[in-house]
């Protein structure tokens, strides 16, 4: 079974920082992975997706991953936050082998709070 | 903009009564999910449909949930009898390309 660890539930950062939120997973075949956002009170929207080829992976809004095999982990950056992406971030997993690689596991969440 | 309409947006009810959420996926998408977001368990999946077959329904307490597709139009989940414990927000997603789920803004519940 496919599982996401995201390391930190809260992160505060000041605006203009750079910020990193943190993904692990865990499974015993290849994988697509996704982070999502969800503003306040609105369901969740996709940011960026790997599937294959280039490890580094560009999204909307200057968010970027980048995926480590040897370490599972698909590590989300922007280098300087603005305030409008205070939000809750998901990592998710699928098996590309199942069923159209659409169902998704998603980890717990982390909440990103940009302080002015 | 094309969007996955959910209704109600809240909905207060009492223990053991019947919940009804509805959910109009994005014209032309194949697949179908319910979410199911809580503090303590995060987002559980609870259905999912591809071409208005289920698919995968594990998720999903079988005793008082039932999730159906009566057209490529409307998704339905329902919960009866509920539960205070079924209090959470209700999302659902549909897709067509691979992870690229587009998600409604979700149902509010709140069993008393």
């Known amino acids: 079974a496919q599982s996401v660890t995201q390391l930190d539930s809260q992160v505060p950062v000041f605006e203009e920082a750079p910020v990193e939120l943190r993904c692990n997973y865990s499974?015993?075949?290849?994988?697509?992975l996704f982070w999502y956002v969800q503003y306040p009170n609105q369901g969740l929207q996709l940011l960026l997706k790997?599937?294959?080829?280039?490890?580094l992976v560009k999204g909307i809004n200057g968010f970027e991953a980048e995926f480590n095999k040897s370490q599972t982990s698909f590590h989300l950056r922007k280098p300087s936050v603005h305030i409008s992406d205070t939000a809750e971030y998901f990592c998710?997993?699928?098996?590309?082998?199942?069923?159209?690689?659409?169902?998704?596991?998603f980890g717990q969440g982390t909440r990103l709070t940009i302080n002015p | 903009d094309a969007r996955v309409t959910q209704t109600p947006r809240h909905k207060v009810t009492e223990m053991g009564q019947e919940v009804t959420m509805r959910c109009q996926p994005i014209?032309?998408?194949?697949?179908v999910f319910w979410y199911r977001q809580t503090m303590m368990q995060g987002l559980e999946l609870l259905a999912y449909?591809?071409?208005?077959?289920?698919?995968?329904d594990s998720g999903m307490p079988k005793d008082r949930f039932s999730a159906e597709m009566p057209d490529a139009t409307l998704a339905t989940l329902k919960i009866q009898p509920s539960e205070p414990r079924d209090s959470a927000v209700y999302f659902c997603?549909?897709?067509?390309?691979?992870?690229?789920?587009?998600f409604g803004s979700g149902t509010q519940l709140s069993v008393l």
């Open positions: 499974s015993s075949v290849s994988v697509y």
């Open positions: 997603a549909s897709g067509l390309s691979t992870g690229k789920l587009f």
């Open positions: 998710a997993v699928s098996d590309p082998q199942i069923q159209g690689a659409q169902k998704l596991v």
């Open positions: 014209l032309g998408h194949n697949t």
């Open positions: 449909f591809r071409n208005r077959a289920p698919l995968d």
């Open positions: 790997y599937l294959s080829g280039s490890t």
